[in-house]
């Protein structure tokens, strides 16, 4: 939750209110400058907080946040963190390549945990991740 302290709430309204309309006009462009700055910093704010637990890049993170930013004709600002499951291989695992090593992986901070039945595979697209069988044949595979 976010909270907003105003010290000069009063004069500020005046000024939105203003029958000058450039005054106005300058009043919700500063104000739009401050929301888009408070909400980059909160997105930063959250970056951080997740890498806190988790062994992810912020890169990967922030790319999943989208922001919607204020403008002069609304004032207000939306952050949402939405996308596709993050493969295992954004976090810390070993082999990072196709090998016949025992796959370990680490999520969360701590030590590495085995994957049972897991192995790195390269997929005809090029995409590199880990994965494990779904039934006793060669395939189908999950990541």
Known sequence: MITIKTEHSKELEKLFNSPISEIRRQGHILLGRAINRAA???RTRASVRIREKYVIKAGDIKR????RKATV?????E??????????M????????????IVRARVK????KAIDNGFV?????????VFT???????PIKG
Do not use: Y
């Open 73 to 77: 004709n609304r004032l207000s600002a």
């Open 64 to 67: 999943r946040i989208k922001m």
């Open 79 to 88: 952050i949402r963190a939405s996308g596709p499951l993050t493969p295992l």
């Open 133 to 139: 069988r779904v039934g006793a044949s060669r395939l």
């Open 109 to 112: 901070k701590g030590s590495k």
């Open 121 to 129: 595979a390269r997929t005809g697209n090029g995409h590199v991740n």
């Open 40 to 42: 980059t910093a909160g």
């Open 90 to 101: 954004k976090f810390d695992v070993t082999p990072t390549f196709p090998d016949h090593m």
